[in-house]
Each structure stands twice: as C-alpha cells, then as structure tokens.
Nanobody
Framework: QVQLVESGGGLVQPGGSLRLSCAAS????????MGWYRQAPGKQRELVAD???????SYGDYVKGRFTISIDNAKNTVYLQMNSLKPEDTAVYYC???????????????WGQGTQVTVSS
C-alpha cells in the first residue's frame, strides 16, 4: 500500500501565505513525480503544480509567480509554497504521486485525502 499524507491547509487572509506538505510512504520503488491539484465547489479538479524527481516543474497559469513547488526525494515529500493568496484560490488541495511500487510494476497515480485551503477576510 501507498499513503499520501497532506498537511498545511487552513484559513488565511487575502495576500497571505501557506505552505502545504505531502509525504508519500509505504511500498514504493521509485517516484516519477509529485504534485498538487485543487478542486473548488462546482468546478473540475485542476492542476496547480507538479515536479518530477529530476526537478522539472510545471504550473497552472493562474498560480505562476505566486506558488512554488519543490520536492525532497530523500523524504518522498513535496511542498507547495503559496504566496499572495487570493479568494479564488479557495479549494480542496489534493496531493498526487506518480510512482512504481516495484521495479516490474507499471506507473500508477496515488492521491491524498485532500486539505482545505480557504482564503477569506
């Protein structure tokens, strides 16, 4: 089994900052990439940012310049530093990991349980 444990969500005022963390544990042979997606009420889940184990990153257009993703390969942990938060960033944020559980296994996607981020005054 693989577990993704997220932390760091909460309530913050507009213009404020939050840092999300997500640690992967369990039966893991290798991780290709980890990232964050979000889903607001009534909307589809969308990519926020992801990062390969080699350090290649990609961001949703709406967070470029405000959010920074990083990965600690030794800890199987991904971080999302969110600055200049806006009310429209309010959503449940989900951690994603794309990994192999064994050397012979196919790549699979795993998801965390989600953490609420609310930006409001």
């Amino acid at each position: 089994q693989v577990q993704l444990v997220e932390s760091g969500g909460g309530l913050v005022q507009p213009g404020g900052s939050l840092r999300l963390s997500c640690a992967a544990s369990g039966s893991i042979f290798s991780i290709y990439a980890m990232g964050w997606y979000r889903q607001a009420p009534g909307k589809q889940r969308e990519l926020v940012a992801d990062c390969t184990s080699g350090g290649m990153t990609s961001y949703g257009d709406y967070v470029k310049g405000r959010f920074t993703i990083s990965i600690d390969n030794a800890k199987n942990t991904v971080y999302l530093q969110m600055n200049s938060l806006k009310p429209e960033d309010t959503a449940v944020y989900y951690c994603n990991a794309r990994l192999r559980r064994h050397w012979y296994a196919a790549m699979e996607d795993y998801w965390g349980q989600g953490t609420q981020v609310t930006v409001s005054s």
